[in-house]
């Protein structure tokens, strides 16, 4: 099990979740796409400096969870 997030952590991740939701919300794709490669690279770049296990295990989780953020076919 890993430590849990710091403060900063928990903001950093929660920043991510805010990007990826207001994209969603004003039906930008390509903002949902850029913010949705950020979350990605964040969680899945090996070795990136500053990503404790605990941090990149939340980036994961929220990937998972965004993978269902389709934008609609009409956008």
Known sequence: MNAPLTPAEARRVQRYHDRLMR????????????????????????RRRGITPALRQALRELAWRMAGLLPARRW
Do not use: F, G, I, S
């Open 23 to 46: 994209a969603l919300q004003e039906r930008d794709r390509a903002a949902l796409r850029h913010a949705k490669q950020r979350v990605l690279a964040a969680a899945y770049t090996p």
